[in-house]
């Protein structure tokens, strides 16, 4: 059975780090792009990340409204994929998903809560 | 980037109804690269649909997509009780990939 599970949220005061994982099981984590996704109290989904496949050697990419603060990273190893958090702000309160595919994704965790707050 | 206008934003329906969601993109997102989401709190959201019209596995078939180039539909033919739920367009033909705001399906 194919599985994300996201871990790593909770609160964390305005310019601090924060460091998430996405453990996956069930599939050959390494063939697949493994992508971040987050959703905003009352907002809707929005892709902040990913992370290619090994065929294209775990390129990474990432949103505007993030580059050069957050940081994606995988394991293929263990399975894992991180994202890392650096110079947080308010607006980045938000329930955080990991998810599977490079064009619709076909399997998703259950996200972690990550609240920005003094 | 490719915005996507979902329509409309709340959808009261009855079990049993037919319910019709709306998806339209600024410019074209190729002829099929659009997927289509169910989520319901607390939980991940689903895959339906991908390729416009693909139902993904275990989807029952009362869910059915259509459409191309910019404009989309999700049908759902008879809402069943768990259908109750926001539905999401995301487009992946264009980059970033980006999401329509939503369309909630609730109870009438």
């Known amino acids: 059975e194919v599985q994300l599970v996201e871990s790593g949220g909770g609160l964390v005061q305005p310019g601090r780090s924060l460091r998430l994982s996405c453990t996956a099981s069930g599939f050959t984590f390494g063939d697949y792009a493994i992508n971040w996704f987050r959703q905003a109290p009352g907002k809707g989904l929005e892709l902040i990340g990913f992370t290619r496949n090994k065929a294209y050697g775990g390129a990474t990419d990432y949103a505007a409204s993030v580059k050069d603060r957050f940081t994606i990273s995988r394991d293929d190893s263990k399975s894992i994929a991180y994202l890392q958090m650096n110079s947080l702000k308010i607006e980045d309160t938000a329930v955080y998903y990991c998810?599977?595919?490079?064009?619709?994704?076909?399997?998703w965790g259950q996200g972690t809560l990550v609240t920005v707050s003094s | 980037e490719i915005v996507l206008t979902q329509s409309p934003g709340t959808l009261s329906l009855s079990p049993g109804e037919r319910a019709t969601l709306s998806c339209r993109a600024s410019q074209s997102v190729g002829s099929d690269y659009l997927a289509w989401y169910q989520h319901k709190p607390g939980q991940a959201p689903r895959l339906l649909i991908y390729g416009a019209s693909t139902r993904a596995t275990g989807i029952p078939d009362r869910f059915s997509g259509s459409g191309s180039v910019t404009d989309f539909t999700l049908t759902i033919s008879r809402l069943e009780p768990e259908d109750f739920a926001v539905y999401y367009c995301q487009q992946y033909g264009g980059s970033p990939r980006t999401f329509g705001q939503g369309t909630k399906v609730e109870i009438k």
């Open positions: 998810s599977r595919g490079g064009g619709w994704s076909d399997y």
